[in-house]
Structure formats: structure tokens, C-alpha cells
Nanobody, 127 residues
């Protein structure tokens, strides 16, 4: 059984930083791309970033470019999201997702490309 678990969320003041982690277990194949999504209150879920299986290719959504950094450690089955210069509009539930493929190709922002999802972790940025 595949498990995807996010951690590291919390309350942070505007301008602060937070690091989210995501661990996966039970995957038959480890060479899959992974992504971070978020869903703010009253809004649709949006993709933040996708990282390919080796970490050599990373794509970011326009809203977080320059502030957020994604990385992964395949030995630990871990995915990370370093968030800097946080803004109140970053308040959302953040989700980790495992892609069906090894690369962030095609419509990498489409939720249908991701097979496994975590339950999410809440990030709240106060003004």
C-alpha cells in the first residue's frame, strides 16, 4: 500500500520561511516525478512545482518562482519544499503528489498525471 505523508506545516508571519517534507512508502518504482500542489480557501488546487525522478529538472508555477525551492532525496524517499519570503496569499493546504511518469513532461500541472496524493499539511501566513 502506497503512503504519502506531508509534514512541516504551521503558522508563520509574513516574510518568514517554512520547510515542508513529504515521505513516500510502498512504491514499486522509485524513479517517478513528484510535485507539490496547494489549495487556498475557496480556490482550486494549483501546482507549485514538479521535480523529475533524478532532481535534474524542476519546474515551478509562476506564483512561487524565486521564493520556493523543491528538492528530493531518493535514498530517503523524501521530497522537500523550502518556502521563503512567505506572503498571506501563500496560505493554503499543501499537498505532495507522485507522478505516473519519471519526468515532468506534458501537462505537468494536470492533477490527472499524478497517481498518489498525501492528505496535505496546512500552511498559514499571518499579515
Amino acid at each position: 500500500q502506497v503512503q504519502v505523508v506531508e509534514s512541516g506545516g504551521g503558522l508563520v508571519p509574513a516574510g518568514g520561511s517554512l520547510r515542508l517534507s513529504c515521505t513516500t512508502s510502498g512504491l514499486t518504482y522509485s524513479d517517478l516525478a513528484k510535485a507539490w500542489f496547494r489549495q487556498a480557501p475557496g480556490k482550486e488546487r494549483e501546482v507549485i512545482s514538479c521535480i523529475n525522478w533524478s532532481g535534474s529538472r524542476i519546474l515551478y508555477g509562476d506564483s512561487v518562482k524565486g521564493r520556493f525551492t523543491v528538492s528530493r532525496d531518493n535514498d530517503k524517499n523524501a521530497l522537500y519544499l523550502q518556502m521563503n519570503d512567505l506572503k498571506p496569499e501563500d496560505t493554503a493546504i499543501y499537498y505532495c503528489a507522485v507522478n505516473r511518469y519519471s519526468d515532468c513532461s506534458g501537462d505537468w500541472s494536470a492533477e490527472s498525471r499524478y497517481r498518489y496524493w498525501g492528505q496535505g499539511t496546512q500552511v498559514t501566513v499571518s499579515s
